[in-house]
């Protein structure tokens, strides 16, 4: 019987040290006899049940060691696995090692090249049936692990029962295991080449174990029915970028709590909550922080160990279809906060996966961000780059997704973000810029455009980089929108100033314009400006009460007249005074307040303003759709501008003024001969301002004003902002 085991192999399988226990184990033939063999270190007895000859087959046990071996006679056969424990408990198995790779040449050859962009259908867990045979697959790549095992409760956690093969020595392990139903909780166990015992959470997972716990869990992605689909081929028809896009940026933990801990709603009842207030008020899009699987909830979804699991806090990843899908039926787009630029250090994630730096650098003045505690990808490996063009596709494949906007991505363009001197390697050129994430940016826009030409790519991109949103042919990154984060500084920076002293940084007001056809901008104001110490919107803004309303109106008028789409984070429609916090739900007591009920009540009207008025958004990518009317009454604060689109009748002006003075007699030069009608003022009474306004029909008379042959005498209120709208 021992004739037919290999003792090197036999070794190998007791010190968990062999790359391809396949080879040994299972069924095999030698001189014309087939023998199987088999190894359970717990078990006292084995026998083969042999299926096609109904018969049982005794195994014997190799010197008490656990590898049991039978042989079968001189042809293969189907069979079983009986096995007894200490215990006496029996149970019965089809064999893991009987099956062949699932795992194809073509895999490993595109993912070796970087181009399997369905790769999260092969590595990680899936529920499978093989020759009629219903099981889980698990498959990881680890090319510098000694040994991979998947442990779970179905092996006790022990790592000496279910070790992978390395298929055809690619890195890639993998294995079937029969019998295995959806809600197995795993991990894999691998051995380094140091002899270290390491347990990480699978990268490919699709769902994972509500923290602080980190395995991972089998989950079966298949079987949602999708209601969206006269959403999805409308917006197949659209221009997405010569659309309105007014975002709303949403942290799903905090939007609202539900009773009792850990305090989060799951994702079908956020849906009927949310969708309905989003749809209410006038947004077209909802942008969630980041949901991929993350540790820690201080990180807000920043730190990201589970990049193909929705987390587990809010649901499971079917639940999150439904948010997606509800979203959809109300015609609601849905953009998610994506993060290819680091990953944290948890022993369970991809640090250090296969005992080496294999996501990341080895070099830390390349692997590591030092003021973030952070590991930085690797975009010179393939692999790296397909895990995360991959993922990128799998939201927006499985998920339905409408967008991704990139988080950090001057981190990845530049050697030495957030680094010293002597904490960065310069590039090849002996300059900052990092060649292999430019190459990967042009690599992941241009493949998702390709396959989606409605999808929304945006980039959070906090320098003047240039060509962040221009076409990959044309040398740029080729990202359909880019964060204005420029403006956000200058006139956050402009608002913070007492009126009396705006005068003298009108600047700061008025330079976004000397870019802003530069890129697709879209002009935010986000989560990162409202903690940290930076305190709300609303507290943000000089003066008394009353002032800082009007400040707050005429600030986010400002925001909806300039060209960009639009994005606010939640709780700054209706005026929250506290500083955002994760760890509790919005202020949505305030809405019992007049003055948060009216500036609720403004921004829904700006909004369907913004929506209704084609000249606010038809053209907010070329100067052909805006013009200065006046943009140096610094002494006054006032800025006037026309916005455009391709019908001369639906020509907009808008006034803002800065100052808490009211102009009863103000001039401006205007495009147009005959008559104007205001449409919308943030200083009417159902919004809490002072009720200057300009009712009736105005008409044009003949002045030369403001370098115009046309001028316009009308009411600008304090703090406030007037649209007035050619008529004919």
């Known amino acids: 019987m021992e004739k037919y085991i290999n003792e090197i192999e036999m070794s190998e399988i ?9 080879h040994f184990l299972g069924m095999h033939q030698q001189d014309g006899i087939y023998y199987i063999n088999a190894y359970k270190p717990s078990a006292f007895k084995m026998e083969v049940l042999d299926l096609t000859h109904h018969q049982q087959i005794k195994m014997t046990n190799i010197k008490d060691t656990g590898i049991f071996t039978a042989v079968v006679g001189d042809q293969p056969i189907d069979y079983k696995l009986k096995i007894v424990e200490g215990s006496g408990y029996e149970w019965e198995t089809y064999d893991a090692y009987a099956f062949e790779p699932v795992i194809q040449e073509l895999d490993m050859y595109l993912f070796g090249n970087g181009t399997h962009y369905e790769i999260y259908k092969k590595l990680g867990a899936h529920l499978m049936t093989i020759n009629g045979i219903s099981g889980v697959h698990f498959a990881v790549w680890a090319p510098n692990a000694k040994r991979v095992s998947v442990i779970g409760d179905f092996c006790g956690w022990d790592g000496r029962v279910y070790p992978l093969r390395n ?7 993998e294995i079937f295991i029969p019998g295995l139903l959806e809600n197995e909780k795993y991990k894999f166990e691998i051995k380094t080449q140091e002899n270290y015992i390491l347990e990480k959470s699978d990268p490919y997972a699709n769902y994972a174990e509500f923290r602080p716990n980190t395995a991972s869990v089998v989950t079966n992605l298949e079987g949602y029915e999708w209601q969206d689909g006269e959403y999805k081929e409308r917006m197949m028809s659209k ?81 999150f279809m439904y948010f997606v899908d509800r979203c959809h039926q109300n015609d609601i787009g849905v953009i998610l906060d994506w993060v290819p630029a680091h990953f944290p250090k948890d022993a369970h994630g991809l640090v250090d996966f296969d005992g080496t730096a294999l996501y990341e650098h080895e ?106 949103s221009r076409p990959t042919n044309y040398g740029g990154l080729g990202f359909g929108l880019k964060w204005n984060m420029g403006w956000m ?39 990162d400006e409202v903690v940290h110490g930076k305190g709300s919107m ?15 109106r005429a600030a986010y008028g400002y925001m909806y007249v300039h060209p960009g789409k639009k994005l606010m984070f939640m709780g700054c429609e209706f005026a929250q005074f506290d500083e955002w916090s994760e760890n509790k739900s919005l202020d949505w007591h305030l809405l019992g307040f007049e003055k948060h009920q009216q500036m609720q009540q403004y921004v829904k009207d700006l909004n369907r303003l913004y929506l209704e008025e084609r000249a606010l958004w038809f053209d907010d990518f070329t100067s052909e759709g805006f013009e200065w009317i006046n943009c140096m009454d610094y002494a006054a604060s006032i800025i006037s501008l026309v916005r455009k689109s391709d019908q001369i009748d639906e020509t907009l002006i808008a006034v803002v003024n800065f100052t808490p003075v009211p102009r009863t007699l103000h001039k401006i030069g205007v495009p147009y001969k005959g008559y104007y009608e205001e449409i919308f003022n943030s200083d009417d ?30 009411k600008v209120p304090p703090l406030g902002m007037s649209v007035i709208k050619y008529k004919g």
């Open 14 to 22: 007791l010190g968990t040290e062999h790359r391809d226990p396949h």
């Open 167 to 173: 298929v055809n020595n690619s890195g890639i392990y």
């Open 239 to 319: 221009d997405v970028l010569n659309q309105p896009i007014a975002i709303y940026e949403v942290h799903l933990g905090s939007w609202k709590k539900s009773e009792g801990e850990p305090g989060y709603m799951n994702y079908r009842d956020i849906a009927e909550d949310l969708i309905g207030y989003v749809k209410e008020m006038g947004y077209t899009h909802i942008e969630l922080m980041p949901i991929a699987e993350h540790p820690f909830d201080g990180s807000w979804g920043y730190q990201v160990t589970g990049y193909f699991a929705p987390t587990s806090r809010f649901g499971t990843p079917k639940d």
């Open 363 to 468: 070099d830390p003045r390349k692997g590591e961000h030092p003021h973030w505690g952070t590991m930085i990808f690797n975009y010179g490996r393939n692999e790296v780059n397909n895990f995360l063009i991959a993922n990128a596709f799998y939201w927006i494949n499985e998920y339905h997704i409408d967008g991704l906007r990139v988080d950090a991505v001057a981190s990845m363009l530049y050697l030495d973000y957030g680094k010293d001197y002597g904490e960065w390697i310069p590039n090849p050129h002996g300059g900052r810029e990092n060649y292999d994430a430019i190459d990967f940016f042009k690599h992941l826009n241009s493949i998702l455009y390709k396959d989606h030409p409605d999808l929304l790519m945006i980039a959070e991109e906090s320098t003047s980089w240039p060509g962040v």
């Open 489 to 527: 500084n200058d006139f956050l920076r402009y608002l913070s100033f007492d009126p009396i002293h705006r005068q003298y940084h009108h600047n700061d007001l008025t330079f976004s314009m000397v870019y802003a056809f530069t890129e697709n901008f879209a002009l935010v104001l986000s989560h």
């Open 538 to 552: 609303i507290n943000k803004m000089p003066g008394d009460y009353w002032q800082k309303f009007a400040n707050l």
């Open 685 to 714: 009474f159902k919004y809490g301002g002072s009720g200057i306004t300009n009712t009736g029909m105005l008409t044009s008379f003949d002045e030369r004003y403001d370098e115009r042959d046309q001028t316009l005498s009308i």
